[in-house]
């Protein structure tokens, strides 16, 4: 039980989740959508790919010590902050390269909402543990509700998704003690609220 719990963690990462939630917002947004199907999307991902994981990956494995991506899940305390607070520079770096390719639509406030996340998440875990998993799918969990409610229903299946995927996620962070269930309730929650604050005040 231990063990998928733990392939579950590694799996079900937020490290993923700003790429997967880009490429979700590109795929059903039903204005960026057709603005998307006169440009180059293989480069646009990889710079997606190499902002979002690749860079973060690296610099995590790099400020723990490790050599082995699955020690990634279980960055200690002391570690975290930085981890979340270089995610938020690459995120930043991604925000400026999209408003430079005119790619504000929704896909913005997402990342800066992502940005927000990460840097509430740093400043939390200098005083006290809060669960990074918690963090990241409250935060996508937002951004899939925000998209339904401005007119994309066809996501209402992957937030339906999204939901038991958070449940199976935070069982499984529990399952490992990583986290006391005070920090998962607070880590969603904190990404929930951000999120929804982010794009019901900018998205479009």
Same mark, same amino acid.
């Given at each position: 039980?231990? &063990?998928a719990?733990t392939? @579950?963690?590694?799996?079900? =990462?937020?490290?993923?989740?700003?790429?997967?939630?880009?490429?979700?917002?590109?795929?059903? =947004?039903?204005?960026?959508?057709?603005?998307?199907?006169?440009?180059s999307?293989? *480069?646009?991902?990889?710079?997606? $790919?190499? %902002?979002?994981?690749?860079? *973060?990956?690296?610099?995590?494995?790099? @400020?723990?010590?490790?050599? =082995?991506?699955s020690?990634? *899940?279980? @960055?200690?305390?002391?570690?975290? %902050?930085?981890?979340?607070?270089?995610? /938020?520079?690459?995120?930043?770096?991604?925000?400026?390269?999209?408003? &430079?390719?005119?790619?504000?639509?929704?896909?913005?406030?997402?990342?800066?909402?992502?940005?927000? +996340?990460q840097?509430?998440?740093?400043?939390?875990?200098?005083k006290?543990?809060?669960?990074?998993? !918690?963090?990241?799918? !409250?935060?996508?969990?937002?951004?899939?509700?925000?998209?339904i409610?401005?007119g994309? *229903?066809?996501? $209402?299946? +992957?937030?339906? /998704?999204?939901? $038991?995927?958070?449940? #199976?996620?935070?069982?499984?962070? #529990? +399952?490992? &003690?990583? =986290?006391?269930?005070?920090? +998962?309730?607070? !880590?969603?929650? /904190?990404?929930?609220? @951000?999120?929804?604050l982010?794009? $019901?005040c900018? /998205?479009?």
């Amino acid at each position: 039980m231990r &063990k998928a719990a733990t392939i @579950i963690s590694w799996m079900l =990462h937020p490290v993923w989740l700003t790429g997967i939630g880009i490429w979700i917002i590109f795929n059903h =947004h039903f204005i960026l959508k057709s603005k998307l199907t006169a440009l180059s999307l293989g *480069p646009l991902y990889f710079v997606i $790919f190499l %902002s979002t994981v690749l860079l *973060p990956v690296m610099t995590g494995m790099i @400020i723990t010590g490790t050599q =082995h991506l699955s020690k990634l *899940p279980t @960055i200690e305390i002391k570690h975290r %902050s930085a981890f979340l607070m270089s995610g /938020a520079v690459y995120t930043s770096l991604l925000v400026f390269f999209f408003t &430079k390719a005119s790619l504000e639509i929704f896909v913005l406030p997402f990342m800066i909402g992502q940005v927000l +996340i990460q840097i509430i998440g740093a400043i939390f875990n200098l005083k006290m543990k809060i669960s990074l998993h !918690g963090l990241g799918w !409250g935060g996508i969990t937002a951004m899939l509700y925000q998209l339904i409610a401005i007119g994309s *229903p066809q996501v $209402f299946r +992957i937030f339906l /998704a999204a939901i $038991f995927l958070s449940g #199976l996620v935070l069982s499984a962070r #529990l +399952i490992v &003690k990583a =986290h006391t269930r005070f920090e +998962i309730y607070l !880590g969603y929650s /904190a990404g929930f609220l @951000i999120m929804m604050l982010i794009l $019901f005040c900018f /998205a479009e």
